[in-house]
């Protein structure tokens, strides 16, 4: 009884696929192509605007001035930003000098 049962759960599974389709559903792309026509397209661009320097894509300083929602505290920064790279990831420095509590 049980090799009748495994038997017909085997049958009833094999009976339940699908035969494979003539055609790919998903073609595959040539990535060697789409990476050169993206390589392409921007030394393109590049040629034609180059871009700004890292350094002057950012300010010198970061500085706000506002008051918390919650028990409007008042925040003032004025923190200098160094830029370390000069290539296509920039990298920026911010460190942390201190806290100053003023009681009003």
Known sequence: MKRIAVVMLAL??????QPTPE?????????NV?????????????????PA?????????FQ???????????IVADVPLRVFSDGGF???RVERTGI???DQ
């Not at 055609?23 to 990535?31: F, G, I, L, Y």
């Not at 320097?53 to 300083?61: D, G, I, S």
């Not at 706000?64 to 008042?74: G, L, R």
């Open 100 to 102: 100053d509590v003023k």
């Open 53 to 61: 320097p890292v350094k002057a894509q950012f300010p010198e300083r």
């Open 64 to 74: 706000c001035d506002a008051y918390t929602d919650i028990k409007n505290v008042h």
């Open 23 to 31: 055609t790919d559903a998903v073609k595959q792309k040539d990535t």
């Open 12 to 17: 009833l599974m094999l009976a339940a696929c």
């Open 90 to 92: 920039p990298l920026i």
């Open 34 to 50: 789409l990476i050169d026509t993206v390589l392409s397209e921007q030394t393109e661009t590049e040629a034609d605007n180059p």
